[in-house]
T-cell receptor, first 114, second 113 residues
């Protein structure tokens, strides 16, 4: 079945440095790739998403890149801050007739060192 | 934090008992979803519904049941047939058609002893 692999599972970076999280997906028909941030004990919230007709998208310190040929996509966080500490999930989705399902990666726990 | 709510936040049950988790949304979304979250395993889809009175099994539907009698509500029942029910359960909703952002509820942490 469809699968999304996410690496690394944990990541620790110095405040101010950049963080990169990478994902690969198996379903070549996937056309929507959201990233969610989940703070401890809270609900996941969308931070950025990209559709397959775009190779890169940026929103302030956050950017996502997509390589459809290699079925890879990545999240880049620059100038990291303490409030960036959280678990990040990548996901891939496509439309199944009238439905759509999101397949999530297993998550990356990002810690920002002061 | 409005839009999609789940209750209760914490739920404790004895083994062998069925328990129903509530999920309500006022976002006028047609699609609703239930996920289970275990440490280190991300979010796994239990059931989803694209329209009232219709729902489909996700990847881990065994031991769970749902209903969708109203657009706003999608309750999940964890039955005694679910072998490892202790987990964090998240409900979500979205528009239908092309894939869209899913909005999550605050979650219910179920502990079965």
């Amino acid at each position: 079945g469809e699968n999304v692999e996410q690496h690394p599972s944990t990541l620790s970076v110095q405040e101010g440095d950049s963080a990169v999280i990478k994902c690969t997906y198996s379903d070549s028909a996937s056309n929507y790739f959201p990233w969610y941030k989940q703070e401890l004990g809270k609900r996941p919230q969308l931070i950025i998403d990209i559709r397959s007709n775009v190779g890169e998208k940026k929103d302030q310190r956050i950017a996502v890149t997509l390589n459809k040929t290699a079925k890879h996509f990545s999240l880049h966080i620059t100038e990291t801050q303490p409030e960036d500490s959280a678990v990040y999930f990548c996901a891939a989705s496509r439309r199944y007739s009238s439905a759509s399902k999101i397949i999530f990666g297993s998550g990356t726990r990002l810690s920002i060192r002061p | 934090d409005g839009g999609i709510t789940q209750s209760p936040k914490y739920l404790f049950r004895k083994e062998g008992q069925n328990v129903t988790l509530s999920c309500e949304q006022n976002l006028n979304h047609d699609a609703m979803y239930w996920y289970r979250q275990d440490p280190g395993q991300g979010l796994r889809l239990i059931y989803y519904s694209q329209i009232v009175n219709d729902f489909q099994k996700g990847d881990i539907a065994e031991g769970y049941s749902v209903s969708r009698e109203k657009k706003e509500s999608f309750p999940l029942t964890v039955t005694s047939a679910q072998k490892n029910p202790t987990a964090f359960y998240l409900c979500a909703s979205s528009k239908t058609g092309d894939p869209y952002e899913q909005y999550f509820g605050p979650g219910t942490r179920l502990t079965v002893t």
